[in-house]
């Protein structure tokens, strides 16, 4: 992995120099959007206008300055396997390469800033825009997003992490009040922030629509102020989502930098002008009225001690400007868009990022298998489209159903049936399940492709939409009847491998006994079809593990058992995250909840074998050391995951907490020596007393495994 971007006060001389140059009315033109995804520049001071794309898997097809789509040769990019894919990968040096690749392809599209990646926590199941996100675990966030934040910007182009912060679901979060305990923040929700800022060194971070604690997220004092700008000494640009700033004063005092889009309903009323269709025709007489344009103009000059603060959010976009070479002298080198290398990219991460959830023997399949049953409308159908603002235009997409034929060319029959129809209010078809059946009875094995969807249409988000911005999942079973559809194909053909897209967990419990195998694919970018052929016939050896629990049902998870999702009735409409620091496995772990598949659990077609524990203490820090060998017939990699527990703590703690990680390939019968250090972080909670990280001297458990319900070695130390 390359070395962490120059630090972003590399060029504060020359900034200072050209703040000085421009005049207020010029500042205030800087601060806020001038078109759709474009942020105003000053010709006469040569500084270019500020231009940024939707990620986080792909730049997004353009918009155009007034929102309508533009036909652009170059709108059909590489796409990626969505986040979640990605963290399954846990492969730090993946996460690097895709940014790398997001890096690449922004500049080349002429783009200063890709809005990602997406790093907040996956605590509600049932969150439309988990794919978007990494992990339910802080320290995996972390761990990934730093790689991403890194290969973006050593192409010149910034990153821009979101959503800051507390931004967990998507129903309600323009006006829902989210609190939780200060030490859910910061041990939970905040790490992977503080990493991206610290460790990653990001220069932009965009706020999200929901308040926090009261006070809209976006302009709160409190998160931005005190903590980003403040304790974590950030230097870099803070952002609005799209209209999630609210009121000129706070925006002004409370650390927003820079409104790309605004609320609507504010400037209508202001300009007396209506919107038409779902994206209005912005004019410069809307773009004038954003909370940071006439408005933050009169309010400086009513109260000149306001400049100041004015003049530390422009030094801040200047700051990424030179960062990002749009200023200076030094040129940005040319970019690639759509390259061999990064289709090559988007393979390695599906191929690394699919989890094998079970499998008694049925994979890897033979290559000798003369007759194939394809089922599931998900073989067929193209994602990249959907999911809201992480929409792309995929250069070509390979379906599952064409990566099978792919594979298997004219060595077998192969025959499709779709068995199911995404549909609003679809539910199991009679006449398509025997359809399937019959399918599945002619064939000797079964590939069953089903799951979650995208929604079909970015103008309507909340139609056919399971994974997308804007809405939540109603519920986690499959939808259209698929777990009839899965039962009829199992007892028909029980040689049958299921496999499921989405973002996310799905309710499996009605039919998971009785399958031989089942993949986790998530969506897999556009050469997804192809990884999920390797991994299926062997040609690669899965080495996904799952960045999130899955629950046997919807009420085993936390949000849901303690009843407070998704909000409180009232007004405002009020979240307390009465689950606390025990999000994901943390609460499957320490209340004995049983998982279907747990966090970390990810097969293999080989086996490993672990042993040669040494725990070894530093002053407050420890060095684990073991070997890890392939014990197995075939390559593949395994990911070991080392868990920190304390035996004895003055304040409650979870059962065990990830806080180290390495991903090693063998060949069979190879062996190699790990050493993974945990710092004074891996074992200090957050005291709400003393307002501080703090580590307690005793004695901590080292648990070693292949998932936090697999621990194959134990050790402890005493700091």
Known sequence: ???????????????????????????????????????????????????????????????????????????????????????????????????????????????????????????????????????????????????????????????????????????????????????????????????????????????????????????????????????????????????????????????????????????????????????????????????????????????????????????????????????????????????????????????????????????????TVKTVAVIGANATRENAGGGGSAQLRAKYEVTPLQGLKYELGSTATITYAAGYKIAKGQQADPALISEAVAAAKAAEVVVFVGGSFHGYDYTKWGDNAYDAEAVDKPDLHLPFGQDELVRAVLAANPNTVVVLLGGGPIDVSAWAAQTRAIVEAWYPGMEGGNALAHILFGDVNPSGKLPLTFPVKLEDSPVTKLGEYPSTPGNPLKQTYKDDIYVGYRYFDTYKVAPQFAFGHGLSYTTFKYNGLTVTPGKRSATVQLTVTNTGPVAGAEVVQVYVHDEKASVKRPEKELKGFQKVFLQPGASKALTLVLDAEAFQYYSEARKQWVLEPGRFEVLVGSSSRDIRLTGSVVL
């Open 1 to 367: 992995m390359a070395s962490q971007s120059p630090p972003l006060t590399a060029n504060d001389a020359a900034v200072e120099a050209l703040l000085k140059k421009l005049t207020l009315e010029e500042k205030i033109k800087m601060v806020h959007a001038n078109s759709a995804f474009a942020s105003g520049g000053i010709e006469r001071l040569s500084i270019p206008e500020l231009m940024t794309s939707d990620g986080p898997h792909g730049v997004r097809p353009e918009q155009g300055r007034n929102w309508k789509p533009v036909d652009n040769p170059h709108n059909a990019s590489t796409y990626l396997p969505t986040n979640n894919a990605l963290a399954a990968t846990w492969n730090r040096e993946l996460g690097y390469a895709y940014g790398a690749v997001l890096g690449r392809e922004a500049n080349f599209r002429g783009k200063d800033v890709i809005l990602g990646p997406g790093i907040n926590i996956i605590r509600a199941p049932l969150n439309g825009r988990n794919f978007e996100y990494l992990s339910e675990d802080p320290y995996l966030v972390a761990q990934m997003a730093v790689g991403y934040i890194r290969g973006v910007q050593d192409q010149g182009v910034s990153a821009c992490v979101k959503h800051y912060a507390a931004n967990n679901q998507e129903i309600h979060r323009n006006d829902i009040d989210v609190n939780m305990s200060e030490r859910a923040l910061r041990e939970i929700y905040l790490p992977g922030f503080r990493a991206a800022v610290q460790q990653g060194g990001a220069y932009a971070l965009m706020g999200s629509y929901n308040k926090f604690r009261g006070q809209y997220a976006t302009e709160n004092a409190y998160l931005v102020n005190d903590i980003l700008k403040g304790e974590w000494g950030f230097k870099g640009v803070v952002m609005s989502d799209w209209g999630s700033v609210h009121n000129t004063q706070d925006a002004l005092r409370n650390g927003t930098d820079l409104e790309m889009g605004t609320d609507l309903n504010m400037v209508y009323k202001s300009t007396a002008q209506t919107v038409e269709g779902f994206k209005p025709e912005f004019t410069p007489a809307l773009y004038d009225q954003f909370f940071l344009a006439a408005p933050a103009l009169a309010a400086i000059k009513k109260d000149p001690q306001l400049l100041p603060l004015l003049d530390d959010k422009v030094r801040r976009i200047l700051r990424l400007m030179y960062a990002t070479n749009m200023l200076g002298p030094v040129k940005r080198q040319p970019g690639a868009h759509n390259t061999a290398a990064h289709q090559a990219t988007a393979l390695k991460v599906a191929e690394e990022g699919i989890v094998l959830l079970k499998n008694d023997g049925l994979l890897p399949l033979k290559k």
